[in-house]
Nanobody, 124 residues
Framework: QVQLVESGGGLVQAGGSLRLACTAS????????MGWFRQPPGKEREFVAA????????SYADSVKGRFTISRDNAKNTVYLEMNSLKPEDTAVYYC?????????????????WGQGTQVTVSS
């Protein structure tokens, strides 16, 4: 079981940027595909972005494509989500998730391990 800890959330004005980080406890982090999901207030959790264990493949939700970038640093056991041109509708709790030896996944049931989440609030 890998433990995941998110950081970097906060309050930002519309049009601003934030970078989220998710650090894993597992020394075999490089064998996990990683994903970011979010849960807006009063809504279901939704897919944001995912990256393969090599970093060579990534996938994005249409709503964030061109604004968000997922990346990973396997030497630091960390996956990042760079968020630019933020909109009020990006307000949510953001979760990172890990999928052992899996390909890029867009559904939460594909992931075995979850962080506690970090709040992102975008003001208009």
């Amino acid at each position: 079981q890998v433990q995941l800890v998110e950081s970097g959330g906060g309050l930002v004005q519309a049009g601003g940027s934030l970078r989220l980080a998710c650090t894993a406890s597992e020394r075999t982090f490089a064998t996990y595909a990683m994903g970011w999901f979010r849960q807006p207030p009063g809504k279901e959790r939704e897919f944001v972005a995912a990256i393969s264990w090599t970093g060579g493949t990534s996938s994005y939700a249409d709503s964030v494509k061109g604004r968000f970038t997922i990346s990973r640093d396997n030497a630091k056991n960390t996956v990042y989500l760079e968020m630019n041109s933020l909109k009020p509708e990006d307000t949510a709790v953001y979760y990172c998730a890990a999928r052992y030896r899996g390909s890029v996944g867009r559904y939460d049931y594909e992931y075995d391990n979850w962080g506690q989440g970090t709040q992102v609030t975008v003001s208009s």
